[in-house]
């Protein structure tokens, strides 16, 4: 059985995909950029500011769905420069202070509305 996650604590899906889905006690996010879910806008300014509100984009959907960051297992982060890995691992981990989720971690040419980072999010719970 599987469920979506939706809130509106979050940016709303731009596509034909959903936000989150849970399956066996997974949850799957959609990948999460700078937008502002009151506004709809990309957020302005630097890695930081933007993975920030990546970060409260994803947190928001994990407590809609019944989790916490605790429970990420696996997280899949895309950078638009791989020179802002430094600052953008800052900002990671003060949302990761122990136990960190197994990750992956890219450099990619672009990203939907120039965005300069998305991360996606697997979570578990029994």
């Not at 997974?26 to 509100?53: C, M, N, W």
């Not at 950078?79 to 691992?89: G, P, Q, T, V, Y």
Request: proline share 5%; aromatic share 8%.
């Amino acid at each position: 059985m599987t469920k979506i996650v939706k809130t509106d604590k979050a940016p709303a899906a731009i596509g034909p995909y959903s936000q989150g889905v849970i399956a066996g006690g997974f949850l799957y996010t959609s990948g999460q950029i700078a937008i502002d879910p009151a506004t709809q806008k990309v957020v302005e300014g630097d890695i930081k500011v933007q993975a920030r509100r990546v970060m409260e984009n994803l947190c928001a959907i994990l407590k809609e769905a019944g989790y916490e960051p605790k429970d990420v297992v696996k997280t899949v982060c895309f950078l638009k420069n791989m020179s802002d890995f430094a600052e953008f691992n800052g900002i990671y981990g003060e949302y990761f202070k122990t136990d960190a989720p197994a990750r992956s971690c890219v450099a990619v040419a672009s990203l939907p509305k120039d965005v300069l980072v998305e991360v996606e999010v697997i979570a578990y719970r029994n």
